[in-house]
């Protein structure tokens, strides 16, 4: 049975989906002479709990933190997104790249 709900947007004109506003690119920084490409995610998307590399704890769903994976992997093996890991913000920005 259809929705007896009406919807707020019609007669509205069309606006056409801001891509840049839903995704964070992500942007390369270099650190202990390795570049990595790094995301800010909101945790909004989050569904599952990580472990951050810099200290061992929980970066629990639903969590602001930051996605990091080398530019270039070591030893000329590229694994690109394979090499995600996801970090506290505060981990992060502290500088330590223990889990590469």
Known sequence: MPSQRKSKRRGQPYRPLDMQRLTSVPRVVTRAGREYHVQRLTGGGA??????????????????????????????????????????????????????
């Open 47 to 100: 569904q599952k709990s990580y472990v951050c590399p810099g200290c061992g704890h929980a970066v629990e769903a639903h969590t602001p933190h930051i996605v990091a994976w080398p530019l270039s992997a070591p030893f000329g093996v590229d694994t690109g997104v394979e090499a995600r890991r996801h970090w506290h913000t505060y981990c992060w920005e502290s500088g330590t790249t223990g889990g590469f």
